[in-house]
C-alpha cells in the first residue's frame, strides 16, 4: 500500500511542500480545469506529473476523469464522448498512471452541504446532512416533485430547518452544493443545475444503471488492453 493524498492542483491551498510534511508518498490528482469535450492534452499529463515528481511524489491515482452528461444520458452524442474518455485513459496510461477514478453522478458529481464543518480538533472537515440537502431540493431550488423522492418525515424537517436559514445561508448551502467538482474553476448556477435536471426528466434509476453498465463496457476493455484499472 503506498500512502496517498488527495490534491487539486495549484489553486488548492495545501502546496505540495506541506503534503510532503505527513510522510505520504503518492498524489491523487487531475487536471481539473480540462474540459470533458476533448482528450486531456498529453502536455498538460506530463507537465502535472513532473511537477510532483519534483516535490518527491508519485503521481499513483487520477481522481477523477468526468464523465459527459451525453454519456449519462446515453444520447445521441454518447457515443463520441466515450471516444474522448478512451483517448484520456490511453494518454494517462502512456503517462504511467495504473488507476483512473469515476463519477455517474447525475449533473453535479459530487456534493457536500458543508465544505467547512468544524470538528471537535478545531480541524475542518466536508460534510454532508440529508435535511439540509432536502431543504435545498424541496424550498430552495424547488425541483417539480421534489418532495416524491423523500420520506416525508425529513421533508418535514428540511421544511422546519429552513424557516431557521438567513438569506445569506441560503446562499452558502446553495454554495456548497452545486460548488461543481474540487479544483475545477467552473461552478454550477441555479439555472445550470435546473436546465441539467430536465434533461434527465424521465430517465428512471433501471435506466441509469444500464447506462452506467453501457458505459464501463465501452472503456473497461480499453483500460484493460493498456493495463489500466477503473475505480
Known amino acids: 500500500m503506498l500512502q496517498s493524498w488527495r490534491w487539486f492542483g495549484e489553486h488548492d491551498p495545501i502546496s505540495l511542500n506541506q503534503i510532503f510534511q505527513t510522510g505520504v508518498k503518492g498524489i491523487v490528482s487531475a487536471l481539473h480545469a480540462c474540459e470533458k469535450n476533448k482528450p486531456w492534452p498529453e502536455s498538460l499529463?506530463?507537465?502535472?506529473?513532473?511537477?510532483?515528481?519534483a516535490?518527491?511524489?508519485?503521481?499513483?491515482v487520477v481522481e477523477?476523469?468526468?464523465?459527459?452528461?451525453?454519456?449519462?444520458?446515453?444520447?445521441?452524442?454518447?457515443?463520441?464522448?466515450?471516444?474522448?474518455?478512451?483517448?484520456?485513459?490511453?494518454?494517462?496510461?502512456?503517462?504511467?498512471?495504473?488507476?483512473?477514478?469515476?463519477?455517474f453522478m447525475p449533473i453535479i458529481d459530487w456534493t457536500r452541504t458543508?465544505?467547512?464543518y468544524e470538528l471537535p480538533t478545531g480541524g475542518s472537515a466536508l460534510?454532508?446532512?440529508?435535511?439540509?440537502?432536502?431543504?435545498?431540493?424541496?424550498?430552495?431550488?424547488?425541483?417539480?416533485?421534489?418532495t416524491n423522492n423523500y420520506p416525508e418525515g425529513l421533508v418535514l424537517k428540511a421544511k422546519e430547518y429552513f424557516k431557521t436559514l438567513s438569506n445569506s445561508e441560503q446562499l452558502?448551502?446553495?454554495?456548497?452544493?452545486?460548488?461543481?467538482?474540487?479544483?475545477?474553476d467552473f461552478s454550477f448556477s441555479r439555472d445550470d443545475v435546473i436546465g441539467l435536471i430536465m434533461q434527465y426528466d424521465g430517465v428512471s434509476e433501471a435506466q441509469l444503471r444500464r447506462n452506467l453498465v453501457?458505459?464501463?463496457?465501452?472503456?473497461?476493455?480499453?483500460?484493460k488492453a493498456v493495463g489500466v484499472n477503473i475505480a
Open 55 to 60: 516535490n518527491g511524489f508519485k503521481w499513483t
Open 114 to 116: 458543508d465544505l467547512l
Open 172 to 184: 452558502l448551502l446553495e454554495k456548497n452544493i452545486i460548488a461543481g467538482l474540487p479544483g475545477a
Open 45 to 53: 499529463i506530463h507537465e502535472l506529473k513532473q511537477n510532483i515528481e
Open 64 to 103: 477523477s476523469v468526468p464523465v459527459h452528461e451525453a454519456i449519462k444520458l446515453n444520447n445521441a452524442d454518447a457515443p463520441y464522448y466515450i471516444e474522448i474518455y478512451k483517448e484520456t485513459i490511453r494518454r494517462l496510461a502512456r503517462a504511467g498512471i495504473k488507476t483512473i477514478c469515476y463519477n
Open 214 to 223: 453501457s458505459f464501463l463496457k465501452e472503456i473497461i476493455p480499453v483500460a
Open 127 to 146: 460534510r454532508f446532512d440529508m435535511v439540509q440537502f432536502i431543504c435545498y431540493d424541496v424550498c430552495i431550488l424547488k425541483r417539480k416533485n421534489a
